[in-house]
Every structure is written in C-alpha cells, then in structure tokens.
C-alpha cells in the first residue's frame, strides 16, 4: 500500500504541472477537504489523553512546537541569506516546512502496519501538535502581514474552543463509527466549514474540527479499529484518493532564469535543513525509547503534506509567487515523494523484535 500511495502521489504532482484544473478547483478542493477531514476524524478517534497524566503531554507540545519552528527558521534563514527574498515571502515560504502531513503520515505508517509500535503513538501525538503549532503561528502571521481583521482573531478563538472541547469532553459521543459513518461526518463537517467560509470569510481548514470530533466520539472497546483495512475498501479509496489530490494541489512550478542544476542545489539543502529541524526528537524521550527507536520517531516526522501546501496557497493569494516559492514547493513535493522511503527507514529502524510491536504508552 505505500507502494501504491507513492505512486498515486507523484501521479498527482505530474497531473497538477501538466494539466490545468483551475475551473473545478473548488471541486478538487471541497473532495481534499473531506478525505482529510475523514483521516483526521480516524486520528482523534484512536488519539487519547489520559486526564491524570496531563502534565506529560506538555514536554509533548515543546518538542511538537520545536520541532516546527526549527524547520521554518533554517528555510527562512536560507530564503533570505542566499536567495535575497523578501522577508513576508520567506516567512510564509519557510513555515511551509513547518509541519509534519498528520494525514500523509498517519495513512502511510497504518498501511505499513507500524500501529502498535511506540514510534507510531509518540508521532500521532506529535504530529498533530505540530501541526497546531504550524497552524496558531500561522494565523498571527497573517495579521503581522496583511495588518488586523476580526476573521483572524475569530480562527484563533474557534482553534482554542475546539481544543478545550477535545480534551473536556473526550469520547462522550456514542456515534457509529464505521467506514460510511466516518465519510458521512467528515463530509458534514467540511460542507458547514465551507459554508461558514463563503458566508463570513472565517477560513477554517478542517483538520482541528475533524481531529476534535474523533476525539469526542466515544470507541467502544470491541472495537480495535475504525475501519477495516482491506486492499479494496473505501478506507484505502479515501486515502489513496487523498494522496492523488495532494499531489494535484501544490502550485505551478516557474525557475524563471534560474538554471535547473542551481535549482535543485537549492531544493536538496531546503529539504536537508527541514528534514534537520524535524530531527529534534532524536534528542528528547531517552527515558521512553531506544536510539533506534527515537531516531525512527525523527525520520516519521520528515513527511509534508496538506498543511505545508496549504502555507504555499496562501501565500500565492497573497501575491508571493517568487523563486523562494517555487523553491518551497520543490522541497515539499521532494519530501511527498520520499514519503514511502522515509516509512521503509522507520519500518527498518523498527525490524528488532523488542521493539517492532511496543505498546509503551
């Protein structure tokens, strides 16, 4: 299945340069929007905060939260020392490289069946708190460049109610959850936000709404999984599906006079310095895991995906369409593409018995 989630990837990231879809774009982007939304109403079913070991979960945030600010720093740092950009440009293009794809990564270590391992609970944690983190940084970023509006402040206002309700009222919603029952709720929840989106200008993406309503649905014990993991069923359909549009999603690629061997000198030592401040975890849990282990946690954090592109997206609607985002997109597609080979490093640092089916909190 990694295999052929690669394979869809780079299918779509071809598709995307070659072809224009710019008149079903709406379209493209309302069905991204409910795969998402579905493979992140997974996530927060199987996500679980313990209330009494609360205090835990903080060391969790600094590493989620340093862990995407490194990346976005190195890359802005690069953007301006030696690509001469402006800094607006480089800070949205740099935060591109911020957060670890909860989606892409989630969809890929299930599919290789790193579920049960330590490496898989320690990157669900972090990967999406990372990708909060890309998101809250986000948000005061936008009004630091394009100056105060009350949609701003009202996303920041939802994010925070959405994460208080993920925690205060965790799994005390007795709904379905089966495979429809997941693809009915995440289409119910991307139709009211774009919706919200079209009548007030509040620009919501999905992720947090959808991670939240996982979380408050309650998985009754008999059930291991949400959903069955069949070579043929709408589990895999949506996922493959949602790989296929991410590819499609990343903006035209322009080099303008730049020769192309400079180019990909640029995108190698880009995707080097994101890949280097994703490795942060390697320094942290020495008490909870081995070497191997922490440094399989570090190479699952490497893959990019919906939130990175989106970073790019609102940065073109700013107008920053310069080399520094061309550059921004080569790197996040180069990381897309390495997904499968970043999963296969994991599922090898992961062959040792005593550490290959770890249930460790």
């Not at 490795?279 to 490497?302: G, P």
Request: aromatic share 12%; charged share 10%; hydrophobic share 55%.
């Amino acid at each position: 299945m990694v295999i052929i989630f690669c394979l869809l990837l780079i299918l779509g990231i071809v598709g995307g340069q070659v072809l224009d879809f710019s008149k079903i774009y709406e379209i493209l982007s309302l069905i991204t929007s409910i795969c998402l939304a579905y493979i992140m109403i997974e996530v927060g079913l199987e996500f679980s905060v313990e209330k009494r070991k609360i205090g835990s979960y903080g060391w969790d945030a600094v590493v989620a939260v340093i862990a995407a600010v490194l990346p976005a720093l190195l890359c802005f740092s690069y953007f301006v020392l030696f690509i001469h950009s402006t800094w607006k440009s480089a800070l949205l293009s740099g935060l591109s490289a911020a957060p670890t794809s909860a989606g892409v990564l989630f969809s890929m270590m299930m599919a290789a069946g790193l579920s049960a391992t330590w490496v898989f609970k320690k990157a669900r944690v972090l990967a999406v708190l990372d990708d909060l983190a890309t998101i809250l940084l986000l948000t005061p970023l936008q009004i630091f460049i394009t100056g105060f509006e009350w949609s701003s402040i009202a996303v920041l206002v939802l994010i925070a109610m959405f994460l208080f309700a993920s925690f205060r009222w965790q799994s005390t919603l007795s709904w379905p959850v089966g495979e429809n029952w997941l693809l009915f709720y995440a289409a119910v929840i991307t139709g009211i936000l774009f919706f919200i989106k079209h009548a007030t200008h509040v620009h919501l993406e999905v992720l947090i709404p959808a991670f939240m309503l996982g979380c408050l649905i309650h998985m009754p014990h008999h059930h291991q999984k949400p959903v069955q993991r069949t070579m043929v069923g709408l589990d895999t359909i949506i996922k493959g599906l949602f790989m296929f549009l991410v590819g499609l999603s990343l903006p035209k690629i322009a080099l303008g006079s730049v020769s192309l061997g400079a180019t990909i000198g640029h995108v190698v030592i880009l995707t080097i310095l994101a890949n280097l401040g994703k490795s942060f975890s390697l320094l942290c849990y020495r008490k909870e895991a081995s070497f191997r282990e922490r440094l399989a946690l570090s190479v699952a954090m490497f893959p990019r995906g919906e939130v990175g592109a989106a970073v790019l997206l609102i940065g073109i609607g700013y107008g920053f369409t310069g080399y520094e985002n061309t550059l921004a997109v080569l790197s996040l597609a180069c990381n897309l593409i390495l997904t499968g080979t970043f999963i296969w490093i994991v599922m090898r640092f992961l062959q040792r018995k005593d550490i290959a089916v770890n249930n460790r909190n």
